[in-house]
């Protein structure tokens, strides 16, 4: 497989589960990130993780909780989401957290609802 | 004021058309510069970076006016396929702070 590989595509879960998004990259990147896209906004930085250490936490409540195990994975774990979590949740990673002048690569992202 | 401004559209236009995009950004420490397009219900994809002197990729040509604090898009003889949503992307070098516009719609049609 190439590029930034995300699953699952689509996820329906309750308020009270527990689930988790993983995403992989199959580029040697350096950096991960975890995008926010909610309808007519822009995306919304979540997480960073340059070299597996975790570098960014933008204000992202704890129901969120990203774990990074190596730099090619990357996961999302969710549990007790509200109905305003609904979102599509993209993964992306860059060669260099530090040095972003080559873009980001997205995943095709996770369509999340919160039922 | 936003941090990265864009017009949200939509813009119209009819095939063979050229149609501008202008994003303006609030921070002049900002360092790299993109701009990326998204397809309906897709994830974004990177059309291109846009340098200091300009940049030029067949039929798009991106500038960057750095005192101003704006970066443009100006996409020649439109396609359908050009119908898409125009992001504009500000990154900020060691702080690992990107920046997304809101977007702009694009509607190409026959």
């Known amino acids: 497989e190439t590029g930034v590989t995300q699953t699952p595509r689509h996820l329906v879960m309750g308020m009270t589960n527990k689930k988790s998004l993983k995403c992989e990259q199959h580029?040697?990147?350096?950096?991960m990130y975890w995008y926010k896209q909610s309808a007519k906004k822009p995306l919304e930085l979540m997480f960073v993780?340059?070299?597996?250490?975790?570098?960014e936490n933008n204000s992202v409540p704890s129901r969120f909780s990203p774990e990074c195990p190596n730099s090619s994975h990357l996961f999302l774990h969710l549990h007790t989401l509200q109905p305003e979590d609904s979102a599509l949740y993209l993964c992306?990673?860059?060669?260099?957290?530090?040095?972003?002048?080559?873009?980001?690569?997205f995943g095709s992202g996770t369509r999340l609802t919160v039922v | 004021r936003k941090e990265v401004e864009q017009d949200p559209g939509p813009f119209n236009v009819p095939e063979g058309a050229t149609v501008a995009f202008n994003c303006t950004y609030s921070?002049?420490?900002?360092?790299?510069f993109f701009w990326y397009r998204q397809d309906c219900r897709k994830e974004p994809k990177l059309l291109m970076s846009?340098?200091?002197s300009g940049n030029e990729d067949g039929r798009f040509t991106a500038q960057l006016n750095r005192a101003s604090q704006y970066i443009s898009l100006l996409i020649r003889d439109s396609k359908l396929s050009d119908s898409a949503t125009y992001l504009c992307?500000?990154?900020?070098?060691?702080?690992?702070?990107?920046?997304f516009g809101a977007g702009t719609r694009l509607f190409v049609k026959a």
């Open positions: 846009v340098y200091s």
């Open positions: 992306a990673s860059s060669q260099d957290g530090q040095r972003i002048n080559y873009g980001y690569t």
């Open positions: 993780y340059n070299f597996k250490e975790q570098t």
């Open positions: 921070n002049s420490a900002s360092q790299s």
């Open positions: 992307v500000v990154a900020f070098t060691g702080g690992f702070k990107t920046i």
């Open positions: 580029l040697g990147h350096n950096a």
